[in-house]
């Protein structure tokens, strides 16, 4: 038993509140802002332990393997967590003060899979882990959305439901292409393809089939292009702190996910899936960038900017070197900080603002300049100017791409990143250089208030001393892919 | 460095010192007069050094003491210093006497300007001496390019120095255009010299037809600062600045530079025989034109301007016909006498407040030690026998008769002829005849002005005999022959002035004076120039900015367009029907999953 | 054994067409009963009767009902005949013919027969329940949590605002809806016009 | 002192620190504590000066901070005479800067701290020997630039005419976002071709380490060298206004307030030439051979297409903004020639051209805030109401033309010398008629402007220069006139690292 | 009786769920389609774990379960669709588009 309590510590913890939480709504339901500082405090009691903690071995039948890399997953999907649920304590108290237990139980729940998520080694634990990700953000994009004040549209069901038919459509896909694989392989240890075939030529048709199907259920997932078009009608529609949330933890599992069955596993046949991948790649950095460039809504901006960096991401694990993996963990890294922060930046100025097209944003950073610079910051380092960790986070990548000799998508992304500079700047002239309608300073209650500084700091402190996050990303990405 | 070489660098570091100081301490300059005490003391230190220098210099010796200016690589590229010779001594001397009395003439001739401006127009002056003495003394090529271009600074500075005045501004820009173009010759020259020899030696040995294209770039630059032909239209319109001003460095200094130069690169110009007979040419038709158009001027100053464009192009053609002394002789004449006119104009002007010919007349009674002076000058610059410009012209014309074709000989005797006319033309406008009525209440100028005349007649009348001691100095063989040559000069010269006084005296005008007048007003030249500025740079730079406006940066913005545009329009693939995006998950998956398997 | 195997398919595929081409929504959950069902009998004989026990208990008698309810709440309107009409029939057609032609084809092409190895030992519910509860026991765990979450997220996302219940709602809604009948004369109020 | 290239980068830097706590109503401390971040840069870059061994040359007061050492990129700081000269220029120019730009009112705390910035960006470049560092440090100007130019700029109309009038639809062009938006944008896809190139170097010198000594070593192949060279050309050449990607330089500057387009005219321009010879062509020297044609002749349609383009303008920042265009020109041609006398002189005409487009934008500044109107035609008789800025604008057309006695004339000699020596000796005729072109529409703008009768209605009261407006002209014009009557204190510098730069080309030119 | 004829109904099934999730207006009906597809998956399943061995069936076990939690949530959107718009068909909810 004790064996059990080593692996699953955290998971256990994370569940554990997430039932706290429920029983203690469900006996002495109170409103305010106690039960979301209750889950973010006890989440960080989790995280601070997972820094004691850190024991390393496999479940029986190498079901599960927690090392080096589950650690580092572990330690951001909390941080994720933690700011998540900062971000939205003045959003729930304010909207749904009497239902405010569930949504943090749900999002408890997604954490708790995306942590298993990163050590699965076998398909039945990946894809029930990847599930119970999945199915709690279908319902938090509802959540709060179908009664709220008449200004604003009830998008609840539309936003709920794009992103539940295009999951449910992927997750057919996934199952079936697993049937084809696992049925071909006979096993369901996520591990190389034995090419089953008598010639011993490749793998057989079917299994090609298979293994893109299941390719092409986890790229819904991370929102790469063909299958990324519920991203901006979902980031529309859904609750703003969910959406800092949703638009970066299941994205770094998904990537995860990817590295674990591409690199991990399937390395050896990569010749089936690394054409595709590369596409997916390329299109996600080009769609990405070119349909953000109309754009007026902050969040579809958002949106569109996070398939570029995606594209970005998914352009670094194509490398399927050591040095390749190490930095797309640093560029998740980043961008969980960095995109956290936007989107917490952008709901004080919507809530004050009365919406979240960038006319009602303008002159954001006359009214409150620390708001202003902070926003500042996180475009900056989306976009990848200094001393930011985003900088280092795309020249990484391209670094490692380039080591890797994906030389045309470099030259690619390193053009597209002009054009996405151009929409970012957009974003920072309404805030800089419009003036708003509006004079009063914007309030943010004292939780989004320490989230943003929380994000800032990670996203100022990592761009001026990257040494210590660039030496956790290449010492976790040693646990799937070893040499160089 | 020896004694002498400290002196030459006294007389040029003096000046610019006097000039740094007005400019650094405003209030000096504002004050006025401290200012112009200051400047006219630098002057006299200027010449005291180079009278000292005079007497110290032994003929022929060439010392030379040179800095390293820029060094490149250890070696020096280019270095400043002074070079001593016969030469550079006379020419110093000539330069530091003429400004003295220049400035001395104009502590009065501008008393009536504000403090600060009378303080700015002092510290021109001297950093004018200083330019100037700068290129005397210059050591090499580059030296010499420096105080050429830095003497053209200070004619725009000055002949733009009642900046209030409009023509004032667009004569002098005109100025610094014309000279600058033609001193684009002068840097290809270097640059050729330097191609040739990596350094900027006027003794370099060049195989002849580099020596060609030196000198020729050469010559080109000398055309447009001595106001030779095709580039003389500057030097009319710089007589908008102060008369002293045009004295000092329009009639005797600056535009003397030019010839200073062919004098001083004498060994190159003696290497391209081409370039000579081409200066030859222009010298003689320059010297013949401006005679023309100075006989039909009705301003005073203009006459004298085109009459020193006249005596320039007989310099030149001297130093075309191959001997430089009597160029460099004719030149340090020239200097005296025509200094001497202008201040003498000055005066005039000073008392009848005007420039017109017209409104002076029998000034002889009101101004007689102007009258006098003037005509000792008017008298040499004819030509008339025992005066100065009779040695110095007559020996430039024995050179021409001697090594160069009749043509220019006959030009420049008919120049001589006409000269003499125009000169008597003036004479009798101004001082003959009757009282006209603003020449009723004028009075004799005050000493400080009378003063500079009489100095500036003596080497009137005496320069000529000096020939022979100059000669020697510099090495050339000088003689006063008394040929066919004099006889005939010495007899235009009388006949143009009793021809003067025989149609003027009478009050007729010059005989076919309607043809000179249409020639002048309709000077082709000086519109062409204007056109060719007017139509050919501002038409193609115009044709620039529209073409970098619309067109180089037009095509970037349209890049842009295009780029945002095509975002908008893809924008609405985004349907917002879920079907769509279902359609577009099986579509993805299908697809790649096809091209894995067709792989 | 094969007879029964090809009618069991034959059933099982014409019920899906039905299920898809169906005018009528309750017609359409009554084929997917059906085919659930044939399917239950090819589990059977593809020796997995665990499953297809389970088959029969979850899909039939959950699921299936759970659509019966969906269907019954929100159209309520048409009562039984729902029409289910059809956009981008077409497309839609060409699509799923690609996928079946792609995959129909990747079967074919790896002819699976050849290395058809005997059954070892046929997969006993012991064996099933050994794998569950031994191997994956932490599969097992998380997909309680998948279920909790999914009912709590089900029951946060129907229920009305601040705990009114759905029964009342329909109540109410139909009441209405007797007065508006006695007013407005026959006019058909077809389909769902804002109430 | 030890770290001094630290302390010259990082003072800036840590005044905008310091700003960033003051609160934004306190006026005179923050100007206090920017002019000091300055100053302290500016004296730093002084004492380089005057440390600096300029027998030994080379790269001299080292300094190594190991940044992400597993991907070999090190904060490796050092000199050599082309970085003491520009970083001396850099140090006159923000403390002129600031002091010109001490009557900006508007968000005061922001503008400067944005100039620190920017400033501190600059000094890194000029100073850092690793290329991922030299990138970052070329990168940080981009945002500031943006916001400087955008937020306190100023906006022209320019009319929609010619064939591509539909972009007027998308862009106000010629408005203050517009040129801010388009510097940005032109000056980072520069940086792209230059990111690129700098992985096709780091690639091939074993992909372990940016360091410049280490990639100097390494023999690239002449194909990666005539894929490097023209990506480098063309990437630090678009901030060095080369040909076709120059126009964002009028636009950007003249909108552009005072301080800012003398810090980015004055000193950014010379970084793109900097960064094409210090890298491009120290890096790739056979390559460099192979393209000097072409570096050459786009350069001398620079120099003469500058000034005709500039001769047309009627607003007065725009032909300063197109004279630097020019002058430019000048500088990549020196560079082109690859012999020493061209070296010597580009980068001494990056330090003169610096200088006096400093002090032009300064004077432009000055009038512009008093007559409220660039348009150059409405002007006349200025001279009069403030004859000290006469005095220098006159002085800087004069070094600007090149007259003898200023810095202008000893660079563009050198260069034109270059030229003669250099294989295509024809390059120096254009440029020479560039030269009198400049004179045109130089003298032409000053007599507009300045004289004529003394000037009627609201500007009859303008005012002279006043308090901290005095410091920009009076150092600059000191520092033209002292540098062009003394070059050698500076050339030594430029000339021991100019030989051993070219000591890697010369033999294959 | 074989492998193939198993997989190649499986395919069947699993295509004409596409063709359901494509062209079906109402809510419920896709969510119908949803299921088709998922019974494919599971008969695959079961068709290679009978042939092939494997942990076929096992999957299918799991499979049930995510599909029925899947359908849950799936008509509990449903139901916020119709509070909406009174009308479950799925082109109403394309109120954010671009």
Redesign the interface.
């Known amino acids: 038993m004790s064996q059990w309590i080593q692996l699953f510590a955290l998971e256990f913890a994370v569940v554990a509140i997430a039932a706290l939480v429920l029983l203690w709504d469900a006996f002495a339901p109170r409103t305010g802002r106690a039960v979301g500082w209750i889950t973010a405090l006890l989440l960080g009691g989790v995280l601070a332990a997972s820094f004691f903690v850190d024991g390393s071995g496999a479940a029986p039948h190498g079901v599960f393997v927690r090392d080096a890399w589950v650690v580092f997953h572990e330690r951001l999907f909390l941080a994720a967590g933690i700011l998540g649920v900062l971000g939205s304590i003045d959003w729930l108290a304010m909207r749904t003060p009497k239902r405010q237990a569930e949504y943090y139980a749900l999002l408890l729940f997604s954490l708790a899979g995306m942590m298993l998520l990163a050590g699965a080694r076998d398909w039945i634990l990946l894809v029930v882990c990847f599930e119970l990700m999945s199915m709690p953000l279908y319902v938090l994009c509802a959540y709060g959305k179908q009664d709220g004040p008449a200004s604003e549209p009830k998008l609840a069901a539309e936003a709920g439901l794009k992103l539940f038919v295009t999951g449910a459509a992927s997750s057919g896909l996934t199952l079936f292409g697993l049937a084809l694989v696992v049925g071909m392989t006979g096993t369901s240890h996520i591990g190389p393809i034995v090419t089953g075939g008598p010639v011993g030529s490749g793998p057989a048709p079917l299994t090609i089939v298979g293994m893109l199907f299941v390719l092409a259920g986890f790229g819904f997932k991370v929102g790469a292009v063909p299958f990324h078009m519920w991203v901006p009608d979902t980031y529309q529609g859904a609750p703003t702190p969910f959406v800092a949330f949703l638009s970066v933890a299941p994205k770094a599992a998904g990537l995860a996910t990817l590295a674990i069955v591409l690199l991990g596993g399937w390395s050896a046949s990569s010749s089936v899936w690394l054409p595709a991948l590369l596409v997916i790649a390329g299109a996600s950095m080009v769609v990405g960038n070119f349909f953000a460039l109309p754009q007026t809504d902050a969040r579809r901006l958002l949106g569109y900017s996070g398939i570029a960096q995606i594209g970005y991401a998914l352009l670094a694990i194509a490398t399927q070197s050591r040095g390749g993996l190490a930095m797309t963990l640093f560029f998740v890294a980043t961008y969980v900080f960095t995109n956290l922060g936007v989107f917490f930046v952008l709901h004080a100025a919507a809530e004050e603002g009365g919406g979240h097209t960038l006319a009602r944003i303008a002159g954001l950073s006359k009214r409150s300049p620390w708001l202003g610079g902070a926003l500042l910051v996180f475009l900056l380092s989306l976009a990848g100017i200094p001393f930011v960790a985003g900088f280092w986070a795309k020249l990484f990548v391209f670094m490692e791409a380039w080591n890797a000799g994906l030389v045309t998508l470099v030259v690619l992304g390193v053009a597209l990143a002009v054009v996405g500079l151009y929409y970012y700047l957009t974003v920072a002239r309404s805030t800089y250089m419009a003036d708003g309608d509006r004079s009063t300073p914007v309030r943010t209650g004292f939780a989004l208030g320490a989230a943003i500084v929380v994000c800032l700091f990670f996203v100022v402190g990592l761009g001026l001393w990257p040494k210590p996050l660039v030496e956790a990303a290449n010492h976790a990405a040693a646990g799937i892919v070893s040499g160089r | 460095m020896s004694s002498l070489q400290s002196w030459a660098a006294l007389a040029v570091l003096v000046p610019l010192a006097a000039a740094l100081l007005c400019v650094v301490l405003p209030p000096l300059r504002r004050a006025g007069k401290p200012a112009a005490a200051l400047c006219i003391l630098a002057s006299l230190v200027a010449t005291a050094a180079s009278i000292y220098l005079l007497t110290q210099h032994e003929a022929g010796a060439v010392t030379r003491t040179e800095v390293p200016w820029i060094v490149l690589g250890g070696k020096a590229l280019a270095s400043i210093g002074v070079n001593v010779d016969g030469v550079s001594v006379v020419m110093l001397l000539v330069v530091c006497v003429v400004a003295l009395c220049v400035q001395v003439f104009s502590l009065a001739y501008m008393h009536d300007e504000t403090p600060s401006s009378y303080g700015r127009y002092f510290t021109l002056h001297a950093l004018f001496l200083f330019s100037m003495n700068t290129l005397v003394v210059a050591p090499n090529l580059l030296q010499l390019f420096a105080g050429w271009e830095l003497v053209g600074l200070t004619s725009y500075l000055l002949i733009g120095f009642w900046f209030h005045k409009p023509s004032a501004a667009r004569a002098s820009v005109k100025a610094f255009w014309m000279t600058k173009l033609a001193d684009m010759g002068f840097v290809f020259a270097l640059l050729a010299l330097f191609v040739a020899t990596r350094g900027f030696d006027w003794n370099a040995r060049l195989s002849t037809e580099t020596a060609t294209l030196v000198t020729a770039l050469l010559f080109l630059a000398v055309v447009g600062k001595s106001a030779q032909f095709p580039l003389h239209v500057w030097l009319p319109d710089a007589m908008e600045g102060p008369t002293p001003v045009s004295a000092l460095l329009h009639a005797a200094t600056m535009v003397a530079a030019g010839v200073f130069l062919i004098v001083r690169a004498d060994p190159l110009f003696a290497q391209a025989p081409a370039t000579c007979e081409v200066m030859l040419w222009v010298g003689s038709i320059t010297a013949l034109f401006a005679a023309c158009l100075a006989l039909v001027q009705s301003d005073i100053k203009k006459v004298l301007a085109y009459s020193t464009c006249s005596q320039l192009g007989y310099m030149v053609a001297a130093l075309g016909a191959g001997s430089a002394f009597a160029g460099f002789f004719h030149l340090g004449t020239h200097a005296f006498f025509k200094a001497l006119l202008f201040l003498g104009a000055g005066s005039v002007i000073h008392a009848v407040h005007s420039n017109e010919l017209a409104d002076m007349g029998g000034l002889r009674r009101k101004m007689p030690v102007t009258t006098l002076t003037f005509g000792i000058g008017a008298l040499s610059l004819a030509g008339v026998p025992g005066l100065a410009g009779f040695f110095s012209k007559d020996f430039v014309l024995a050179q021409l008769e001697g090594k160069a074709g009749w043509i220019p000989w006959t030009m420049l005797m008919a120049t001589s002829f006409l000269t003499a006319f125009y000169m008597g033309r003036v004479l009798i406008k101004a001082f003959g005849g009757a009282e006209s009525a603003k020449a009723h209440h004028a009075h004799e100028s005050g000493g400080a002005m009378l003063l500079p005349l009489v100095v500036l007649a003596v080497p009137a009348l005496a320069a000529g005999f000096l020939g022979g001691v100059l000669a020697e100095w510099s090495g050339a063989e000088y003689h006063v022959h008394l040929g066919l040559t004099p006889v005939v000069a010495s007899c235009l010269a009388i006949a143009g002035l009793l021809g003067a006084v025989m149609v003027f005296g009478r009050g007729r005008a010059a005989p076919f004076a309607g043809v000179l007048e249409s020639l002048d007003r309709a000077s082709a030249v000086d519109r062409t120039w204007s056109g060719l500025y007017r139509h050919v740079l501002l038409g193609v730079s115009a044709v620039a900015g529209f073409v970098d406006r619309y067109f180089v940066d037009g095509l970037i913005n349209a890049v842009g367009y295009t780029t945002i545009e095509s975002g908008a329009r893809v924008r609405r693939l985004q349907t917002g029907r879920i079907h769509d995006y279902a359609m577009a998950v099986v579509v993805g998956a299908l697809l790649i999953a096809l091209w894995g398997v067709l792989r | 054994?094969?007879l029964l195997?090809v009618l069991a398919?034959v059933v099982?595929?014409i019920a899906?067409?039905m299920?898809?081409a169906a005018k009528n929504?309750v017609r359409?959950?009554m084929a997917?009963a059906l085919?659930?069902l044939g399917?239950a009998v090819?589990?059977a004989?593809?020796?997995?009767p665990?499953?297809a026990g389970?088959?029969v208990l979850?899909?039939v008698g959950?699921?299936v009902t759970?659509?019966i309810?969906?269907?019954m709440?929100?159209?309520r309107h048409e009562g039984a005949n729902?029409p289910?009409?059809?956009?981008?029939?077409f497309?839609?057609?060409v699509?799923?013919?690609?996928?079946?032609a792609?995959?129909?084809?990747?079967?074919?092409?790896?002819d699976?027969?050849?290395?058809?190895?005997p059954?070892?030992k046929p997969?006993t519910t012991r064996s099933?329940a050994t794998?569950?509860l031994?191997?994956?026991l932490?599969?097992f765990e998380?997909?309680s949590?998948?279920?909790?979450?999914?009912?709590?997220?089900?029951?946060?996302?129907?229920r009305r605002?601040?705990g009114r219940d759905e029964g009342s709602a329909i109540l109410a809604a139909a009441s209405r809806e007797a007065i508006d009948a006695q007013q407005a004369p026959a006019g058909s109020a077809h389909?769902?016009?804002?109430? | 002192m030890s770290h001094l290239l630290a302390w010259i980068v990082a003072a800036p830097a840590i005044a905008a620190a310091v700003l960033l706590v003051l609160p934004a109503s306190a006026r005179l401390p923050i100007r206090v504590v920017s002019l000091i971040g300055a100053v302290v840069a500016c004296a730093g870059s002084v004492l380089v000066a005057l440390t600096y061994d300029r027998v030994a040359g080379g790269m001299q007061m080292p300094d190594d901070w190991a940044l992400v050492p597993s991907l070999g990129i090190h904060l490796k700081l050092a000199v050599d005479g082309w970085g003491v000269a520009l970083l001396l220029l850099t140090g006159v120019i923000i403390v002129t800067g600031v002091l010109a730009s001490w009557g900006v009112e508007k968000r005061g705390k922001e503008f400067f701290l944005l100039l620190l910035v920017l400033v501190s960006g600059v000094f890194g470049v000029f100073v850092s020997q690793d290329l991922f560092v030299f990138f970052l440090f070329y990168e940080i100007a981009v945002l500031p630039m943006y916001l400087l130019i955008g937020i306190w700029g100023a906006s022209h109309d320019v009319p929609k005419r010619g064939p591509f009038g539909f972009a007027w639809k998308r862009f106000a062009v010629g408005g203050k976002e517009y040129a801010a938006m388009k510097l940005t944008l032109m000056l980072l896809v520069g940086s792209a071709a230059i990111l690129v190139a700098m992985f096709l170097l780091w690639k091939e010198a074993g992909g372990t380490s940016f360091d410049l000594a280490h990639l100097e070593q390494t023999k690239f192949s002449l194909a990666t060298q005539n894929w490097a060279f023209p990506l480098l050309w063309l990437g630090f050449g678009t901030l060095a206004g080369v040909f076709p990607f120059h126009t964002w330089s009028p636009d950007g500057h003249a909108s552009a307030p005072t301080a800012v387009s003398m810090l980015h005219a004055g000193v950014l321009m010379k970084l793109g030439a900097f960064g094409v010879m210090r890298v491009g062509m120290v890096l790739c020297p056979d390559a460099a051979a192979n393209w000097a044609w072409l570096v050459g002749g786009v350069a001398v349609i620079n120099v003469l297409y500058g000034a005709l383009c500039a001769a047309s303008q009627t607003d007065l920042k725009y032909i300063i903004a197109y004279s630097s265009v020019s002058h430019m020109g000048i500088v990549m041609l020196g560079a082109a020639t690859l012999t020493t006398t061209g070296w010597n002189g580009a980068v001494y005409q990056m330090f003169a051209h610096g200088i006096m487009t400093g002090l032009f934008f300064a004077l432009v500044g000055l009038v512009y805030e008093r007559a409220h109107t660039r348009a150059i035609a409405k002007m006349g008789g200025f001279g009069h109401v403030m004859p000290a800025v006469a005095c220098f604008f006159t002085l800087a057309c004069l070094s600007s033309l090149g007259l003898p006695g200023t810095a202008g004339f000893v660079a563009e000699f050198l260069v034109f010398l270059g030229a003669a020596e250099g294989a295509h000796s024809w390059w120096a005729v254009p440029a020479v008629i560039g030269a009198v072109v400049t004179a045109v529409y130089v003298l032409r703008a000053c007599k507009t402007i300045f004289w004529g009768p003394p000037p009627t209605g609201e500007f009859a009261h303008l005012t002279d220069a006043r308090s901290t407006e005095w410091a920009a002209p009076i150092v600059l014009g000191a520092a033209l006139i002292l540098f062009g009557f003394w070059p050698r204190f500076l050339l030594d510098f430029i000339d021991v690292a100019s030989h051993t730069f070219l000591a890697r080309i010369a033999p294959f030119s | 009786m074989n492998l193939t004829h198993c997989l190649l109904l499986a395919s069947f099934l699993f295509c004409v769920g596409v063709y359901g999730l494509l062209t079906r207006r109402q809510a419920v009906a896709v969510l119908l389609a949803l299921e088709l597809m998922m019974n494919a998956a599971n008969l695959a399943f079961v068709a290679f774990a009978h042939f092939r061995g494997g942990p076929g069936q096992l999957f299918v076990v799991f499979a049930l379960a995510i599909t029925v939690a899947e359908v849950a949530i799936g008509l509990a959107l449903v139901m916020l669709l119709y509070r909406r718009h009174d009308d479950t068909a799925l082109d109403r909810a394309s109120e954010t588009q671009g």
Not at chain 3, 84 to 89: K, L, S, Y
């Open positions: 054994m094969t195997f398919l099982t595929a899906a067409v299920v898809v929504l359409a959950v997917l085919m659930l399917t090819l589990y004989l593809l020796e997995a665990f499953l389970v088959q979850t899909y959950g699921v759970l659509m309810f969906g269907v709440v929100t159209r729902a289910a009409e059809r956009i981008h029939g497309r839609g057609l699509v799923a013919a690609g996928m079946f792609l995959l129909a084809w990747a079967v074919v092409a790896s699976l027969e050849r290395g058809a190895t059954i070892v997969e099933l794998a569950l031994d191997d994956h932490v599969a998380v997909v949590l998948l279920l909790l979450a999914a009912l709590i997220g089900a029951v946060v996302l129907a605002r601040d389909g769902g016009d804002a109430r």
